[in-house]
Each structure stands twice: as structure tokens, then as C-alpha cells.
């Protein structure tokens, strides 16, 4: 069973930057397909990005040129570099993975079987 942890949400002011983390445990193979997702007030919860095992990047549309996943295989860690954040982006980030083999890791499709317990992102105008 992966486990997911993830920091770095914080309060920042609209054109500001973060970087979320996210470390995984439990599994001795990264899985397969690693993602972030985000659960904006009064929407449902939406991909942002994800990363395949042999480096293959989706983005959401909107986000792409802001956003950036990235990971440190030997921390084991996922990370999502974001950048000129809007009061829009506000919301909880989680992390998601599945060891299942997907090409591409598809926001849609995948299972996305574990998941992280969330990090805030709060961004003010």
C-alpha cells in the first residue's frame, strides 16, 4: 500500500510562488503514474498535473506554463513548482498515485487507487 504525505501549502499573495511536495513510502518501485489534483471551493476536483515513471508529463490546459512537476527519485518525492499563482488556485492539492501501468498517465483514466490527505493553498488578491 503507497503512502502519500504532502507539504508545502501555504498562504501567498496572488503572483506569488510554492512548491508542494509530496513523499511516498510503502512501495520499493515508484509507482507507476504519480499526479497532483486540487479541490477548488465550489468544484469538483480537477487533475493539475502528472508524471509518469519514465518521466512523461500531462498538464491541465489552463495550468500548463505555470505549473511544473517535477520529482527527486532518490527522496522519493513528487513536487509541483507553482508559479504566478492567481486567487483562483486556491484550494487543497492532494497527490495521487497508482502502481498500475498507464502510458500516458491520464488524469481520466487511471485509478488512481492512493491518495494523500491534502494541502492547503490559500493565495489572496
Known amino acids: 500500500q503507497v503512502q502519500l504525505l504532502e507539504s508545502g501549502g501555504a498562504s501567498v499573495q496572488s503572483g506569488g510562488s510554492l512548491r508542494l511536495s509530496c513523499a511516498f513510502s510503502g512501495v520499493t518501485d515508484r509507482p507507476y503514474c504519480m499526479g497532483w489534483f486540487r479541490q477548488v471551493p465550489g468544484k469538483a476536483r480537477e487533475g493539475v498535473a502528472t508524471?509518469?515513471?519514465?518521466?512523461?508529463?500531462n498538464y491541465a490546459e489552463s495550468l500548463k506554463g505555470r505549473f511544473t512537476i517535477s520529482e527527486d527519485a532518490a527522496k522519493k518525492t513528487l513536487y509541483l513548482q507553482m508559479n504566478h499563482l492567481k486567487a483562483e488556485d486556491t484550494g487543497v492539492y492532494y497527490c495521487a498515485s497508482d502502481l498500475s501501468a498507464w502510458d500516458p498517465c491520464s488524469q481520466e483514466r487511471v485509478p488512481w487507487a492512493s491518495w494523500g490527505q491534502g494541502t492547503q493553498v490559500t493565495v489572496s488578491s
Open positions: 508524471l509518469g515513471r519514465y518521466g512523461h508529463s
